[in-house]
């Protein structure tokens, strides 16, 4: 039987608030072992601690991840899971899950290529990936990982928003990425400009009346991003298609359907090339008439 990880074993054990005495005894773990896993917990946002006297008091943020977390170990007992729970690599898998492709998981994620693939080769040989039509996936029959892996992923983007501006509104998020509205005026490193605020710098300047959206990640955004974000800030709006489809029309950029894949988009953005090649707006867009007004509005197409 392989040795569950520390921050797994943690993770099964907390049913409920505990001590790090307690879950060292129940885990049959060194102290200092527990402790550190704990605090590299709690600092990626996945448990809250408080201090009762000296003992150092953790629970789960998320109520259902301890039983996540136990199903695996039950159920999978000879999985090796500290391969998996190395680092964050759990990060990694939860965004090659969502996109299904190495290179755009290794831009998400700010890593190399190289890495993402030797995560791949580490993983895949023992059932934990599967590749259908070239995309790559966790394995269906593990659908506790892939919903545990949701929960430590949106911790921990919970917590590195809160330390952007507690106040954030939150639009969407992937792994170590958030789209979010402030009240704001943000400046600091890995924090852009996004989807309609972004909009001028590309020639489309929108007035925004409800705040300031921003993109926090590891990577840079171009007008691919801001097309597809615009999106996702109101994604009912037919206006604020139309104000992407303005972008699109005026940059055309040539990876929008690829960057589609990280925000879950690649429909809606095939549907706007088609909508400004064909001016045909079917249920998703303005009529072209209401459209061609915005587009003489922001000089689009002239």
């Known amino acids: 039987m392989t040795r569950t990880p520390p921050q797994l074993a943690i993770l099964a054990n907390l049913d ?23 605090r590299q917990l709690v600092q990626r946002g996945i448990l809250t601690s408080h201090r009762e006297g000296k003992n150092l008091v953790v629970e789960a943020v998320a109520a259902s991840a301890p039983a996540l977390a136990r199903g695996l170990v039950h159920d999978h007992a000879r999985q090796d ?12 898998l939860y965004v090659l899950d969502r996109v299904g492709d190495p290179a755009l998981t290794a831009e998400v994620c700010g890593k190399t290529r190289r890495a993402v693939y030797h995560t791949i ?11 259908r039509q070239g995309r790559y996936a966790i394995n269906p029959r593990l659908r506790r990982l892939k919903a545990l892996l949701e929960q430590l992923a949106e911790a921990e983007g919970r917590r590195r928003l809160r330390a952007v501006d507690p106040k954030a509104v939150p639009l969407w998020s992937l792994g170590p990425e958030v789209l979010f509205r402030s009240e704001e005026e943000l400046d600091r490193p890995g924090v852009y400009a996004s989807a309609l605020s972004a909009f001028a710098h590309y020639g489309v300047p929108l007035v925004i009346m409800d705040g300031r959206y921003y993109h926090l ?18 994604p009912e709006s037919r206006v604020n298609r139309s104000y992407s489809a303005l972008l699109f029309e005026k940059h055309r950029p040539s990876n929008l359907t690829t960057k589609a894949r990280i925000y879950g988009l690649e429909d809606l953005a095939k549907a706007l090339i088609r909508y400004v090649e064909d001016h045909r707006p079917g249920d998703l867009f303005l009529p072209w008439r209401d459209h061609n007004r915005y587009r003489r509005q922001y000089g689009v197409g002239a």
């Not at 409920?16 to 072992?33: D, F, H």
């Not at 899971?81 to 990694?92: A, K, S, T, Y």
């Not at 080769?121 to 590749?131: A, D, E, H, N």
């Open 121 to 131: 080769q580490s993983l895949g040989p023992r059932g934990l990936l599967v590749k």
């Open 81 to 92: 899971w500290g391969r998996v729970f190395r680092g964050d690599r759990p990060i990694v």
């Open 217 to 234: 990640a590891s990577r840079p955004p171009d007008v691919a991003d801001a097309i597809l974000q615009g999106l996702l800030v109101d």
């Open 16 to 38: 409920g608030p505990r001590t790090v005495k307690e879950l060292a005894a129940i885990s049959a773990l060194p102290y200092q072992g527990v402790y550190k896993a704990v």
